[in-house]
Nanobody, 128 residues
């Protein structure tokens, strides 16, 4: 499976960006897709996830209200709308994919090892 992110760039604080991640290949067994981010010198952290079967969403508490994850089932694409961006949102944003099925909880989605595949990342830089 290939995950291709797009939509990153440079934006001023308070601005918005919309990231996209298109999945190709083994999309028939898609269980969930998500977004993580990694700032220089920091660990990769959970941003948001969406369960493919019913569009249930999960968010990092600190990002609720500013970030929104959504999907286009037909296009096997997941989006991350980011509003009111802050300099501390600067990071490389990675798309992730989980296959199969199951009943999982927030703690699962927020764990890097839960995910089966990753995109190459897209840089988001927020200037002050």
């Amino acid at each position: 499976v290939q995950l291709v992110e797009s939509g990153g760039g440079l934006v001023q604080a308070g601005g918005s960006l919309r990231l996209s991640c298109a999945a190709s290949g083994r999309t028939f067994s898609n269980y969930a897709m998500g977004w993580f981010r990694q700032a220089p010198g920091k660990e990769r952290e959970f941003v948001a996830a969406i369960r493919w079967s019913d569009s249930t969403t999960y968010y990092a508490d600190s990002l609720k209200g500013r970030f929104t994850i959504s999907r286009d089932n037909a296009e096997h694409t997941v989006y991350l709308q980011m509003n009111s961006l802050k300099p501390e949102d600067t990071a490389v944003y990675y798309c992730a994919q989980r296959y199969g099925s199951g009943l999982n909880y927030y703690s699962d989605y927020a764990t890097v090892s839960f995910w089966d595949g990753w995109g190459q990342g897209t840089q988001v830089t927020v200037s002050s």
